[in-house]
Structures are given as structure tokens and as C-alpha cells.
């Protein structure tokens, strides 16, 4: 006789921790395709948000240069560069996952970097659908099955987690949430064990060498271990197993963090500061951790961990750059509340309560709301003796107020927040079951549906998300065939932005990352702003834009700017950069940045076409590309192309003789690609002996690498008559002079 079948009954599939951490999986995995069809298109792979460019740069930097990725780059802060001090993990994980797949399916080779962003772009969702997983068998094993599927189908569905871990999103962003729910299952356990401290330990240091925001985690350790060891000082068992843990966690981190903290191994331009910091931060709290250790236990049982510790002191502490350490420490805590009025401006450092009511709903779930009466059920557990809900209460209460000072803590918040939000699910399911009379009735039901209410505006986000290329404002898709025109039409620069003829790209700092990944071009400001040479290159752009014409002319000069890309931006926002002190690091105080745009440089090229009517610093720029489609720029009334590329030539010369003092005028007409036509207008005035000069930028042909001519030979107008001038694109580009020939009379 056969045994029957074991029962499929849905409350004993909920605790099988197998099915449903691969049934998490996948809901969560197919979530994060939501804008599929916005990185796969018919015409080409695109990642998702700005970041994505350039860590695609140094992945692909990374695949073709044996797995080095590079620490300093030109191409930001051109013709100087900056080091660009992202952790180095994150992209080369990428790019080893992307030569290693290449090898397997392809053979012998290098990817190109087709393969290398499809590769890049697929991976993040594979890496950040594991996340719900793991927050699950957290919730699980404190309170159920049940709970486990309340925290897991919410990080499965969050739109704060699964945005930055959507398919396209190659940032390192990805492990913020899922280093956190990975270091909670280690930690969150009855029985604590050397194994389960190890791999807290590798987590963390997975976590510091892969996102900028992880070095918090060596703070939530600590806080941790207190909670470990405080409520059972007297319980030498107990106590010992978890000391023990805390010191595996502790030797987990340093020790692998070791080599790239005490030598220039992967950074060889210097040891990026929050990593060193981090292992400072460390190694102290593992001191503390050992010494009180030696206090209850003996100086015996600590003696080889006190060996261990001091031969990491004596290996690394020497070569850190203590007074570098000291200042970036001071640097980050202010940072975490925002202090840095740079950092301020943007949008992932604003306060979670900044944002709408509904969009925070939307972005964190209904329970968000919900979460002081959450806290409120789980303390009631903590206060009946469960050391672990105090552990993730204490978690959970500091990672959700570093959330409400910066959105981009988000990451750290999510998994105890689902986690919370679980226990307190599954302790008012018990308490309306012990109820008597009609209450007991609810224990099922009204978890459920509250539940169910609570995940409704974030799943109905979710499933109504349109879907977009690159930005969701359409920013990019505008931008796109300009940036396409600038690869193709202009002189290749070197890969690394180090050689003489190497030139930039003056844009916003906005779509600073575009240039460089699409274009293939540096730029002198990007988004890129944590470090003073990479502000000061925000800071020179941004002058160059706000000041007048003549004003920008030393700057364009001594950053090598060849091209300026114009596009919609803020005046006042560019004002105020241009206004950055970096001495006093603070915005220095301005004229009012509306009359100060009104005679910019910008201005001039939005509005004017760059046309010099007399202004002398406009004769040598030239209109060399305008996209089809026009857009409102704030500042102006009148829509404009949504992007704009103007070139520095040396120009033709038309020089000539007239009366001493006269007016001359110059004018020709113009003719894009799009057919549009524009007059260009300007005018100088002969000097004492007769004589004038000046330059033109336009020649009468198109040449390779502009899709604007003038369609008429210049006319230039004096007292003794008008005479004509004609530019080959060969004059214009080596400053030749022109001959003037007498126009007939009409």
C-alpha cells in the first residue's frame, strides 16, 4: 500500500522555504522587466537613469583591460580629470560576469560592448530579484511562513527596491537592498554561530566594495552586537556563542578588505577614502568588540583573536592616510543629514516626507504609513523577552530615519521595513485569535486584507508604469540623435582623454554621462560631484554658460572645450552653480540669476543662434547641428531645438580697407539640415588708418562634420560699397583669409 501524497495545502507550502523563496523569485524577477521594452528596442539596448552611462564606461574599461577598473578618468573634469572614487566592486563583478558568459557561449574574444551592456543590463535584475527571497526566510523564521510572505511579497513588489534593480538599471544601487536582506539572514537567528557571523561579515564586505552607501552597515554591526551582548551579560553560553559570532563578523570583513585597503592594488590613484574609513571604523569596533570579549571570558579563550586583530593593526593601520581617514569620516556623518549644500540639490538626497503623499504611498506602500503601530506590535513582542525582535527593531528605527533624511537610503530601509511589517502582521493575526467572542473571527481575515490594501497603490503603480527610454521625462530620447551625430561627425577622442589633440564637451552637467557613454566624448561636467576637482569642473561649466560671451571665451580656452551641446536646463540652477566657492565650499551670493542668464553666454545660443551682431566673442562658434524636434526652455518664450550643437572654429578672416571710424556690416544666410534658415547678422567698426578685420564661422559648403552652410556668399557692406566673400570649409577651419570681390551694383 502506497503512502498518499504529502499535502499541497497553502499553509504548509508557505513554510517550505524552497518553493517559495523560487516563487518570490520569479514574481519579483518578472517585476523587474516591467520597462522591458524600453532596454531592448529595435533600435539598439539602452540602461536606465544617468549612472548607468558611466558605469557601463568603466565596465567596459574593465572587460577590455584585464579586469582593471580604472580609478581616474579624464573624461569627467576634462582636461584634468578626477579620481572617481565609486566602489570598484560593482563594476568589476559586471565585467567579469560579462567576459566569463562571452568565453562560455562565444570562445576566444573580448565582448564588444554591445554584449557588454546587454550582459550588464540583464544582470541587475537577476542579482536584485534574490532580494524578496531572502526577506522572507528573515520573516519566516521569526514569525512564520505567513509573515515571511507578507515582507517577501512587499520587497518583491516596492517600487523604491525594484526600480533600482529594474532590467537596464546598471547601478550599484541593486545591492543596497539586497546586502541588507542578505546580512539580516545572517544575523536574525536564535542561534548565532561562527558560520552565521562569517558570512555577516563577507556581506558587509561584499556591501563596502559594491555601493557607496554600505559602510553604514559597519554602524548597523555594531548596534547589533550591543543588542546581542547587553541583555545577556550574565549568560556566559550564550553570551560566549555570540561574542564569538560578532568576532567572525568582524574578521569576515577586515580581513578580505585587507589588500585593497592597505595597497593601491585595485585603485592605484589613491585608496578611495570611504573604503579606507570603513576599515578604520572596523577595526575599531572589533577592538571594542575583542576587548570586552577578553573582560567577561579571560584573556585566554581572546588571546588568538587578539593576535589576529593586532597583525591586521600593524599591516594596515601604518599605510592609512589617518588625517584623509579623519577628514572623510567628519565628511560622512554630515553628509548622512544632508549638510553638504551640493549634495542637497539632488534629487536622491532630498527627505522622504518631500516628496506627495500619493507618490510616497505609491513608492513605499500604504504601510509606510502604518509603520509607528508596527513598531508599536513588535516592541510588545521585544518586551516579552525576544532579543531578536529588538535587534530588528533597532534596525528598523535607524534605517528608517536615515531614509527620512535622504531617498537614497532606501535601500537600507526596505527589507526591516517588510520585516517589521510581517511580525506585525503575524502578531495581530495572534492577538485577534486569542480574542474572545467576534474579534477571534478577524485573526485570518483582516491581515490578509490589510495586507492586500496596503500593497494595492504600489502593485497598481507598478503595473501602470509606463514604459521609457533611459529617462521617463523623455530628456534622453530628445537628446539622443544629437548625441549619436556628436559619435559620428566629430574626431574621435583617445579612450582615456590623455593625448594633445583630445578636446571636450561643454554641456550640463545633467546629461554629462550621455556624452560620454553615447557620444564617446569627455565632458568637463557630469553628475559626478562627491569630490572638489569634480565640482570645480560643475562649477567652470556652469560659468561658462551664466557669463557673457566674452567672459566664457578664457574658460572655453583653458578647458579645452571644442564643442558646446546645448539643452533645456535651469538657468537658475546654472546660476547657482556657477556660483560654488570651493574654498568655502558654499554657493557664494549672487545678482539676481534671471538678469544675469538674460545676458549669458546660454542665452546667446539658445535664443540668437550664437549670431554676434557686434559681439566679437561669437565670431569664431558656429551652429553645426540642430535636432528635429523643438521643446520650451525655461528662461525663453519661444520653443527651441531640444538640442543644440555649436562648434569652436578659428574662422575665416574677412579684413578689407574703408574710411577710418565706419560701420561695417557682414551677413549671409544660413540653412540647416531641417531646411530652417536664419540670418547671420554682425558688424564691426574700421579703425583710425581705415582698416578692419574679422573672422566668420560659416563656410558656403557643408562639410563632413556639420549639417548647416551658408547658402550665400557673405556681404560685406561699407560706405564705399558692398563687396563679397567667399569661405571653403578649409578656410574657415585654419583661420585663412578671404578675398573681398567688389559686388555689382544692383
Given at each position: 500500500?502506497?503512502?498518499?501524497?504529502?499535502?499541497?495545502?497553502?499553509?504548509?507550502?508557505?513554510?517550505?522555504?524552497?518553493?517559495?523563496?523560487?516563487?518570490?523569485?520569479?514574481?519579483?524577477?518578472?517585476?523587474?522587466?516591467?520597462?522591458?521594452?524600453?532596454?531592448?528596442?529595435?533600435?539598439?539596448?539602452?540602461?536606465?537613469?544617468?549612472?548607468?552611462?558611466?558605469?557601463?564606461?568603466?565596465?567596459?574599461?574593465?572587460?577590455?583591460?584585464?579586469?582593471?577598473?580604472?580609478?581616474?578618468?579624464?573624461?569627467?573634469?576634462?582636461?584634468?580629470?578626477?579620481?572617481?572614487?565609486?566602489?570598484?566592486?560593482?563594476?568589476?563583478?559586471?565585467?567579469?560576469?560579462?567576459?566569463?558568459?562571452?568565453?562560455?557561449?562565444?570562445?576566444?574574444?573580448?565582448?564588444?560592448?554591445?554584449?557588454?551592456?546587454?550582459?550588464?543590463?540583464?544582470?541587475?535584475?537577476?542579482?536584485?530579484?534574490?532580494?524578496?527571497?531572502?526577506?522572507?526566510?528573515?520573516?519566516?523564521?521569526?514569525?512564520?511562513?505567513?509573515?515571511?510572505?507578507?515582507?517577501?511579497?512587499?520587497?518583491?513588489?516596492?517600487?523604491?527596491?525594484?526600480?533600482?534593480?529594474?532590467?537596464?538599471?546598471?547601478?550599484?544601487?541593486?545591492?543596497?537592498?539586497?546586502?541588507?536582506?542578505?546580512?539580516?539572514?545572517?544575523?536574525?537567528?536564535?542561534?548565532?554561530?561562527?558560520?552565521?557571523?562569517?558570512?555577516?561579515?563577507?556581506?558587509?564586505?561584499?556591501?563596502?566594495?559594491?555601493?557607496?552607501?554600505?559602510?553604514?552597515?559597519?554602524?548597523?554591526?555594531?548596534?547589533?552586537?550591543?543588542?546581542?551582548?547587553?541583555?545577556?551579560?550574565?549568560?556566559?553560553?550564550?553570551?560566549?556563542?555570540?561574542?564569538?559570532?560578532?568576532?567572525?563578523?568582524?574578521?569576515?570583513?577586515?580581513?578580505?578588505?585587507?589588500?585593497?585597503?592597505?595597497?593601491?592594488?585595485?585603485?592605484?590613484?589613491?585608496?578611495?577614502?570611504?573604503?579606507?574609513?570603513?576599515?578604520?571604523?572596523?577595526?575599531?569596533?572589533?577592538?571594542?568588540?575583542?576587548?570586552?570579549?577578553?573582560?567577561?571570558?579571560?584573556?585566554?579563550?581572546?588571546?588568538?583573536?587578539?593576535?589576529?586583530?593586532?597583525?591586521?593593526?600593524?599591516?594596515?593601520?601604518?599605510?592609512?592616510a589617518l588625517g584623509e581617514v579623519w577628514r572623510f569620516a567628519q565628511y560622512g556623518i554630515a553628509h548622512i543629514g544632508a549638510a553638504d549644500p551640493w549634495l542637497a540639490t539632488i534629487f536622491e538626497s532630498q527627505p522622504l516626507l518631500s516628496q506627495s503623499f500619493l507618490d510616497i504611498t505609491n513608492n513605499y506602500t500604504a504601510f509606510l504609513w502604518l509603520l509607528p503601530l508596527a513598531w508599536a506590535l513588535v516592541l510588545a513582542r521585544a518586551w516579552r523577552g525576544d532579543a531578536l525582535a529588538w535587534a530588528l527593531l533597532s534596525l528598523s528605527v535607524l534605517a528608517s530615519g536615515l531614509a527620512l533624511l535622504q531617498l537614497k537610503f532606501s535601500g537600507l530601509f526596505a527589507p526591516p521595513?517588510?520585516?517589521?511589517?510581517?511580525?506585525?502582521?503575524?502578531?495581530?493575526?495572534?492577538?485577534?485569535?486569542?480574542?474572545?467572542?467576534?474579534?477571534?473571527?478577524?485573526?485570518?481575515?483582516?491581515?490578509?486584507?490589510?495586507?492586500?490594501?496596503?500593497?494595492?497603490?504600489?502593485?497598481?503603480?507598478?503595473?501602470?508604469?509606463?514604459?521609457?527610454?533611459?529617462?521617463?521625462?523623455?530628456?534622453?530620447?530628445?537628446?539622443?540623435?544629437?548625441?549619436?551625430?556628436?559619435?559620428?561627425?566629430?574626431?574621435?577622442?583617445?579612450?582615456?582623454?590623455?593625448?594633445?589633440?583630445?578636446?571636450?564637451?561643454?554641456?550640463?552637467?545633467?546629461?554629462?554621462?550621455?556624452?560620454?557613454?553615447?557620444?564617446?566624448?569627455?565632458?568637463?561636467?557630469?553628475?559626478?560631484?562627491?569630490?572638489?576637482?569634480?565640482?570645480?569642473?560643475?562649477?567652470?561649466?556652469?560659468?561658462?554658460?551664466?557669463?557673457?560671451?566674452?567672459?566664457?571665451?578664457?574658460?572655453?580656452?583653458?578647458?579645452?572645450?571644442?564643442?558646446?551641446?546645448?539643452?533645456?536646463?535651469?538657468?537658475?540652477?546654472?546660476?547657482?552653480?556657477?556660483?560654488?566657492?570651493?574654498?568655502?565650499?558654499?554657493?557664494?551670493?549672487?545678482?539676481?540669476?534671471?538678469?544675469?542668464?538674460?545676458?549669458?553666454?546660454?542665452?546667446?545660443?539658445?535664443?540668437?543662434?550664437?549670431?554676434?551682431?557686434?559681439?566679437?566673442?561669437?565670431?569664431?562658434?558656429?551652429?553645426?547641428?540642430?535636432?528635429?524636434?523643438?521643446?520650451?526652455?525655461?528662461?525663453?518664450?519661444?520653443?527651441?531645438?531640444?538640442?543644440?550643437?555649436?562648434?569652436?572654429?578659428?574662422?575665416?578672416?574677412?579684413?578689407?580697407?574703408?574710411?577710418?571710424?565706419?560701420?561695417?556690416?557682414?551677413?549671409?544666410?544660413?540653412?540647416?539640415?531641417?531646411?530652417?534658415?536664419?540670418?547671420?547678422?554682425?558688424?564691426?567698426?574700421?579703425?583710425?588708418?581705415?582698416?578692419?578685420?574679422?573672422?566668420?564661422?560659416?563656410?558656403?559648403?557643408?562639410?563632413?562634420?556639420?549639417?548647416?552652410?551658408?547658402?550665400?556668399?557673405?556681404?560685406?557692406?561699407?560706405?564705399?560699397?558692398?563687396?563679397?566673400?567667399?569661405?571653403?570649409?578649409?578656410?574657415?577651419?585654419?583661420?585663412?583669409?578671404?578675398?573681398?570681390?567688389?559686388?555689382?551694383?544692383?
Open positions: 500500500m502506497t503512502a498518499p501524497p504529502p499535502s499541497q495545502h497553502p499553509a504548509r507550502l508557505l513554510d517550505r522555504p524552497v518553493a517559495m523563496v523560487a516563487l518570490l523569485y520569479l514574481l519579483a524577477f518578472v517585476v523587474r522587466l516591467s520597462n522591458l521594452g524600453g532596454v531592448i528596442t529595435s533600435f539598439g539596448v539602452f540602461p536606465i537613469s544617468t549612472d548607468s552611462f558611466y558605469h557601463l564606461r568603466r565596465i567596459q574599461a574593465a572587460v577590455a583591460d584585464g579586469l582593471r577598473v580604472p580609478d581616474f578618468d579624464y573624461y569627467v573634469n576634462f582636461p584634468v580629470g578626477a579620481s572617481v572614487n565609486w566602489p570598484f566592486g560593482f563594476d568589476w563583478l559586471y565585467a567579469a560576469v560579462a567576459r566569463a558568459l562571452y568565453a562560455l557561449t562565444q570562445g576566444a574574444g573580448l565582448p564588444d560592448d554591445g554584449w557588454t551592456t546587454a550582459v550588464a543590463c540583464f544582470l541587475t535584475p537577476l542579482l536584485g530579484a534574490a532580494t524578496p527571497g531572502l526577506t522572507y526566510l528573515v520573516a519566516a523564521r521569526l514569525a512564520g511562513g505567513g509573515a515571511g510572505l507578507a515582507a517577501g511579497l512587499m520587497v518583491a513588489w516596492l517600487p523604491c527596491v525594484w526600480v533600482v534593480c529594474a532590467v537596464g538599471y546598471v547601478d550599484h544601487h541593486v545591492f543596497e537592498s539586497l546586502c541588507m536582506a542578505l546580512y539580516l539572514w545572517a544575523v536574525i537567528r536564535e542561534d548565532a554561530r561562527p558560520r552565521h557571523g562569517l558570512a555577516a561579515g563577507l556581506t558587509m564586505a561584499v556591501g563596502l566594495l559594491c555601493a557607496t552607501t554600505l559602510p553604514l552597515l559597519i554602524g548597523f554591526h555594531a548596534l547589533v552586537t550591543a543588542g546581542w551582548l547587553i541583555p545577556r551579560w550574565r549568560e556566559a553560553d550564550a553570551r560566549g556563542a555570540r561574542w564569538r559570532a560578532s568576532l567572525w563578523a568582524w574578521l569576515g570583513l577586515l580581513v578580505p578588505l585587507t589588500p585593497f585597503a592597505a595597497t593601491r592594488l585595485a585603485e592605484p590613484n589613491g585608496v578611495n577614502p570611504a573604503l579606507a574609513t570603513a576599515w578604520g571604523a572596523a577595526f575599531l569596533a572589533a577592538g571594542a568588540t575583542l576587548g570586552a570579549y577578553a573582560w567577561r571570558a579571560g584573556a585566554r579563550p581572546a588571546l588568538g583573536w587578539a593576535a589576529a586583530w593586532a597583525l591586521l593593526g600593524v599591516g594596515v593601520l601604518p599605510r592609512l521595513f517588510a520585516v517589521v511589517i510581517g511580525l506585525a502582521l503575524h502578531e495581530l493575526a495572534a492577538r485577534l485569535g486569542a480574542a474572545a467572542g467576534w474579534l477571534a473571527r478577524l485573526q485570518r481575515p483582516l491581515p490578509i486584507g490589510l495586507a492586500a490594501l496596503a500593497l494595492a497603490p504600489a502593485i497598481v503603480f507598478t503595473l501602470g508604469a509606463p514604459v521609457y527610454i533611459v529617462s521617463p521625462a523623455g530628456a534622453f530620447v530628445d537628446a539622443d540623435p544629437t548625441l549619436r551625430w556628436l559619435a559620428v561627425h566629430t574626431p574621435a577622442t583617445s579612450r582615456r582623454g590623455d593625448q594633445p589633440q583630445d578636446y571636450a564637451i561643454l554641456c550640463d552637467w545633467t546629461p554629462g554621462h550621455w556624452v560620454i557613454g553615447v557620444a564617446g566624448r569627455p565632458t568637463i561636467a557630469s553628475p559626478l560631484g562627491h569630490t572638489a576637482p569634480l565640482r570645480e569642473g560643475i562649477r567652470d561649466a556652469a560659468a561658462m554658460f551664466a557669463l557673457p560671451p566674452a567672459e566664457s571665451l578664457p574658460l572655453l580656452d583653458a578647458r579645452r572645450a571644442r564643442y558646446i551641446l546645448v539643452t533645456p536646463m535651469s538657468p537658475q540652477a546654472v546660476a547657482r552653480d556657477a556660483a560654488w566657492d570651493p574654498k568655502t565650499r558654499a554657493f557664494a551670493r549672487r545678482e539676481d540669476w534671471n538678469e544675469q542668464m538674460k545676458r549669458s553666454l546660454y542665452a546667446r545660443l539658445v535664443a540668437d543662434e550664437a549670431i554676434p551682431q557686434g559681439d566679437a566673442a561669437l565670431t569664431q562658434m558656429r551652429l553645426v547641428y540642430e535636432s528635429d524636434v523643438e521643446t520650451d526652455y525655461p528662461l525663453f518664450t519661444q520653443p527651441h531645438a531640444a538640442a543644440k550643437v555649436f562648434e569652436r572654429v578659428p574662422g575665416a578672416v574677412i579684413a578689407g580697407q574703408t574710411t577710418p571710424g565706419a560701420r561695417v556690416q557682414i551677413s549671409t544666410r544660413i540653412r540647416t539640415y531641417f531646411r530652417r534658415e536664419f540670418d547671420y547678422v554682425d558688424e564691426t567698426t574700421a579703425d583710425a588708418q581705415g582698416r578692419f578685420e574679422r573672422r566668420v564661422p560659416y563656410a558656403q559648403q557643408t562639410s563632413p562634420v556639420a549639417t548647416l552652410a551658408a547658402i550665400a556668399p557673405y556681404r560685406v557692406a561699407t560706405p564705399e560699397g558692398d563687396y563679397t566673400a567667399v569661405a571653403a570649409e578649409a578656410d574657415v577651419v585654419t583661420g585663412r583669409p578671404l578675398q573681398l570681390i567688389r559686388a555689382p551694383d544692383e
